[in-house]
């Protein structure tokens, strides 16, 4: 349906599309002819324990990060997973404390923000469907 709008669309206009976006899908939509889009998916999933990743979502809920030194993404720049374990996100959301959906929040914008630059730049190099299907492939395995 993106692509079959898109085509409606003027050529010299922005194009925008709301309320998507699933990291995965992301190149796709770009692909299609979109320039902007904006979802609360990055911040809604973060509040309920959804966190994205490199190698696909986490769900920072589940009792095997209870002890887990490891960074959220060490793939990830964000002074999230620069800075905390999931063992310690776990133990914020698990508290309730309000402190869990500000880093998740922050974590899950930066990511997004970041497959953004990645798209962006497979652009420049003409490499945006080798790209995104890559990128799918990766997400899809599953929770590191």
Do not use: W
């Amino acid at each position: 349906m993106t692509a079959a709008a898109t085509e409606l669309l003027p050529k010299d206009r922005p194009r925008y599309l709301m309320g998507v976006g699933l990291p995965e899908q992301l190149a796709s939509f770009v692909g299609c002819g979109i320039d902007m889009m904006d979802c609360v998916l990055p911040t809604r999933n973060a509040r309920n324990g959804c966190l994205f990743t490199s190698a696909g979502r986490v769900n920072i809920k589940n009792a095997i990060y209870a002890d887990d030194p490891r960074p959220l993404d060490a793939d990830c720049s964000c002074m999230v997973c620069k800075t905390y374990s999931r063992a310690y996100l776990r133990h914020l959301f698990q508290a309730n404390e309000i402190l869990a959906s500000i880093l998740n929040s922050h974590h899950n914008v930066a990511f997004f923000l970041d497959i953004m630059a990645k798209i962006r730049q497979a652009i420049a190099f003409g490499e945006l469907a080798e790209f995104s299907s890559e990128f799918q492939a990766r997400v899809a395995a599953g929770e590191p």
